[in-house]
């Protein structure tokens, strides 16, 4: 219900004459949603949780994102240390890995770089899953100059 609360319509927001906007056919303005994704491989069933924002002015945003890791055969949900354990890797490792595609993937506009790498990885927003092939997946938000976005690396 906090999603079906958070609806506001044009007609109710003031928007500055000067400003382009997308319409829709619902006259909405802005509203929040949830998107899931699930992934099985053998005795792991994987959620993927993401809330987003939208708004005609900025479309979609994202906001947050979790996952949830069940084990069929032990019967429970995996935590983060239980998935880094089984995978031999830390979150450490993972923001290198993420540093590095975020670097490699930079461009700049007007001298300005349009992703903010260190803000991204101190505010670190991610969830750590077992995808649909087995490997430990990690999806998490971009922090950008321009609109933040998901990205994700699967781990090795």
Do not use: C, H, W
């Amino acid at each position: 219900t906090a999603f079906r609360n958070s609806i506001k319509y044009v007609k109710d927001v003031e928007i500055p004459s000067d400003t382009t906007y997308e319409e829709n056919e619902n006259g909405i303005y802005s509203l929040k949603y949830r998107e899931y994704a699930s992934y099985a491989y053998k005795d792991y069933i994987s959620l993927v949780v993401q809330d987003n924002s939208f708004d005609v002015i900025n479309i979609t945003a994202p906001e947050n994102i979790k996952a949830y890791t069940f084990d069929k055969k032990e019967n429970k949900i995996l935590s983060e240390n239980d998935l880094l354990e089984k995978y031999e890797t830390t979150m450490d490792k993972i923001k290198d890995k993420i540093k590095t595609k975020l670097n490699a993937e930079q461009q700049t506009v007007d001298d300005m770089p349009l992703i903010n790498v260190d803000k991204t990885l101190s505010n670190l927003n991610y969830a750590l899953y077992i995808n649909k092939i087995g490997k430990l997946e990690i999806n998490y938000i971009v922090n950008s100059t321009k609109q933040n976005y998901y990205d994700n690396i699967v781990i090795d």
